[in-house]
């Protein structure tokens, strides 16, 4: 079965623009998350999305943000891009299963430069 | 605040060894821990996942515990391999959020 899908892997923005990222979770995968990896603060959790609905959402500005489809499919926006945002993004998928709590598996990350 | 570390941020072991890799936390009740494998400009792969009531999990040369008493995991893995040599991260959740809070790793290296 194919794994998480991100596109694209590499991306180059000047501070000010925005930029949209994408992911395909594993069929069948319903809860999508996403996280912000960097040298200085290492993996952050953004936000979660299930059944299109963000249902947590970590410590970030507004300038980030989301969306899932309904075929589970998940975008995440930065908006104003600042230098600081330079980072790997990352994308994970779950099983949802009521009673117990499953791993998460990642997407390959879209690495993102700002300057 | 909530905080999770990991003792160390480099381990050199020789292959053979076994690496053990420790992760603490504080001011949190987490329903589970997870051990992630991370490759270098690789997303993290999943190891293990222990539960709070649970003290160990094997998994091949992987061994896990937690202690909730020490706010503490430990990751063994026997018998080490140069293929062993990443970075690896432990990672909290409380059970009701889809939600990982990671620590920042400890990057292993299996010496020949």
Redesign the interface.
């Known amino acids: 079965k194919a794994g998480?899908t991100q596109t694209p892997r590499y991306l180059i923005k000047t501070r000010g623009q925005q930029v949209t990222l994408s992911c395909s979770p594993i069929s069948g995968h319903r809860?999508v998350?996403w996280?912000q990896q960097t040298p200085g603060q290492?993996?952050?959790?953004l936000f979660?999305y299930?059944s299109e609905t963000q249902?947590?959402k970590?410590n970030f500005p507004g300038r980030f943000s989301g969306r899932q489809f309904s075929n589970s499919r998940s975008e995440m926006n930065v908006s104003t891009l600042e230098l600081g945002d330079s980072a790997l993004y990352?994308c994970?998928s779950?099983l949802?299963t009521q009673g117990?709590?499953?791993?998460?598996?990642?997407?390959?990350?879209t690495?993102l430069t700002v300057v | 605040s909530q905080k999770i570390e990991q003792n160390s941020e480099a381990l050199n072991i020789q292959e053979g060894k076994t690496a053990t890799l420790t992760c603490n936390y504080t001011n949190y009740s987490p329903a589970y821990l997870q051990w992630y494998r991370q490759d270098p400009g690789r997303g993290p792969v999943f190891l293990l996942l222990i539960r709070e009531n649970e003290k160990e999990k094997r998994k091949e040369r992987l061994k896990v515990t937690f202690d909730t008493t020490l706010k503490q995991s430990l990751f063994h893995i026997t018998a080490s391999q140069p293929a062993d040599s990443a970075t690896y991260l432990c990672a909290l959740e409380p059970g009701s959020a889809r939600q990982l809070t990671f620590g920042s790793g400890t990057q292993l290296t299996v010496l020949p």
């Open positions: 998480v809860s998350s996280y290492g993996l952050q959790f979660e299930f249902r947590n970590g990352l994970a779950s949802d117990g709590n499953t791993e998460a598996f990642f997407g390959q990350g690495r």
